[in-house]
């Protein structure tokens, strides 16, 4: 699987895009209902009613109309009542009187509504709020006096025992503000956190920023000094020219071909550089000599190895350095040197340097013999796999040759 390289920024993104779409399917919503129109219907002052919006009245003050005996003048003082935390825009009401021998002969006032906009019948009345005028009641809003009212002239008194012959539909448009809802509360304190969070993000992406810069500065101090060594290493072979950079680039191809992490392979390339350094306390008549060594000299040459292990056993910078110098001529089958470690007792690392030694050995000239052929080197890595090679490095090395993923003649490699 894919390793993510910055799960913070990718967590911050996410995130970001689930609340936003969160507060547009919120917003959304709270503007389809808003703008949803609603009915309200019921009983003048039924105490039972449990509608968000209830209409009450007023016991209605009366007196006989003086120019028209029998016929009944009465003030109408009606309010809505609120019971939720929504308000009611744009709102119209219905009343009906039914209560039996009851006209409506005239409505000669009113008040808080809009006496053009009514619509009067005998036993019914069609009322809208009077707007931008007077207590403004266009809206009705909890906590607030929504009182509107009329004189009305008709054929009959209305009593308080008469209220229950008064029914009522009330229509509007069922607002609630958006931050009376609790989820509004919980985007807000999302938000906050998510702002904190990018700001606690920006600021650690400066600071590592900052130590990736002074990470590479010292990783090139590193590098620059490790070529260095490398080179005074070389000089003392003069038939091994350039062989410790080309030990680490093979070494790198092959830590990567086997998926290890970045950092062992940053490590194995400076590991690779350094591992023939014992090599600075080998006499030059031994290490320039021509002809085949006497026992007595190549005892002196393998303790190039415990040589390279003491000189860089206290440099801890970079980890399995010592290794890299102390067993890259440790064998799979245990018969290798200095300490005759056998399998994965051998340190990864130098597992990978052993192959890798290999490789620009038989592809370089040497004073006693030419170069190996292709064929013959992946003879020799399949012959030696599982004796001196570790066979799962062998068997990968042999794949990337074949596929020409390494380059075992690269001008580029072995420029003079």
């Not at 209605?60 to 109408?76: G, M, V």
């Not at 009522?168 to 607002?175: D, H, I, K, Q, S």
């Not at 006693?368 to 399949?382: A, G, H, S, V, W």
């Amino acid at each position: 699987m894919r390793k993510i390289k910055r799960p913070g920024l990718v967590n911050l993104i996410v995130s970001f895009s689930a609340l936003i779409l969160a507060m547009i399917t919120f917003f959304t919503m709270v503007l389809v209902k808003n703008n949803s129109r609603s009915t309200f219907k019921g009983i003048i002052n039924d105490e039972e009613n449990k509608s968000s919006f209830a209409v009450k009245l007023a016991l209605p003050k009366d007196k006989i109309w003086e120019e028209a005996p029998n016929q009944w003048k009465q003030q109408f003082d009606f309010s809505i009542d609120v019971s939720s935390k929504t308000s009611l825009k744009d709102w119209e009401l219905t009343v009906t009187f039914s209560k039996e021998n009851f006209k409506i002969k005239d409505i000669p006032d009113v008040w808080n509504i809009d006496k053009d906009k009514m619509v009067v019948e005998a036993q019914r009345i069609e009322i809208y709020p009077m707007l931008n005028e007077g207590l403004k009641i266009e809206t009705i809003t909890s906590g607030e006096s929504n009182k509107f009212g009329f004189m009305i002239v008709m054929t009959r008194n209305i009593s308080e025992d008469d209220f229950n012959t008064i029914s009522y539909e009330l229509v509007g448009r069922n607002y609630r503000a958006p931050q009376s809802y609790a989820f509004f509360w919980i985007l807000l304190f999302l938000s906050f956190v998510w702002v904190a969070f990018f700001i606690a993000y920006l600021v650690f992406r400066t600071k590592e920023k900052n130590f990736e810069k002074f990470k590479d500065h010292t990783y090139n101090l590193i590098s620059q000094a490790m070529n260095t060594f490398g080179s005074l290493i070389d000089v003392k072979d003069p038939y091994t020219k350039d062989h410790s950079a080309r030990v680490s680039y093979y070494s790198v191809k092959i830590a990567r071909k086997l998926g290890l992490d970045d950092d062992f392979v940053r490590n194995i390339a400076y590991i690779a550089l350094m591992h023939d350094c014992g090599k600075l306390l080998i006499d030059d008549d031994i290490l320039g000599k021509p002809d085949k060594l006497t026992d007595e000299e190549y005892n002196i040459m393998k303790t190039h190895t415990t040589n390279g292990g003491r000189a860089l056993q206290n440099f801890t910078a970079i980890e399995g350095i010592k290794d890299g110098a102390m067993y890259h001529h440790e064998r799979y089958d245990g018969n290798g040197y200095p300490s005759g470690l056998k399998g994965e007792d051998i340190p990864l690392c130098a597992r990978i340097i052993c192959v890798a030694d290999a490789l620009d050995a038989m592809s370089s000239d040497r004073c006693y013999r030419d170069r190996l052929t292709k064929e013959e080197i992946l003879k020799e890595l399949k012959e030696c796999s599982g004796g001196q090679f570790d066979p799962k490095i062998a068997s990968v090395v042999n794949e990337m040759i074949e596929n020409n993923e390494i380059d075992l003649f690269d001008n580029e490699l072995r420029k003079d």
